[in-house]
């Protein structure tokens, strides 16, 4: 009987290391999981950031040929208005001369 009880004694000793030793690794597990994720979490930040700052970098890119091609629109609109001032004049002055030749014909 006496050995018996040693044997219990054993078996609940080797269950009690069993336990620590799970615990144990089960705490550096649950740790080391949750140092993985704050790590994702810090690398998925930086790739947003990234991300932004590229997006921010295409469309300043994209505004700034916008920005110029306006003003070259813009140019080519003053210097099409400035065309048409002077096909208007060459129209005026060509209607003023039809009209003076018919008057001479007249007179």
Request: net charge positive.
């Amino acid at each position: 009987m006496n050995n018996l009880k040693t044997v219990e004694m054993d078996d609940h000793n080797l269950l009690l290391a069993l336990a620590g030793v799970i615990s144990a690794f089960g705490l550096k597990e649950i740790w080391a999981i949750i140092q993985k994720k704050m790590d994702i979490g810090a690398k998925k930040e930086e790739r947003e950031e990234s991300l932004y700052t590229k997006q921010i970098e295409v469309l300043t890119n994209k505004i700034t040929q916008l920005e110029t091609k306006i003003e070259l629109l813009i140019e080519e609109n003053i210097q099409l208005r400035v065309k048409v001032v002077k096909m208007e004049a060459r129209l005026i002055n060509s209607a003023k001369k039809k009209v003076n030749r018919k008057k001479d014909e007249r007179n």
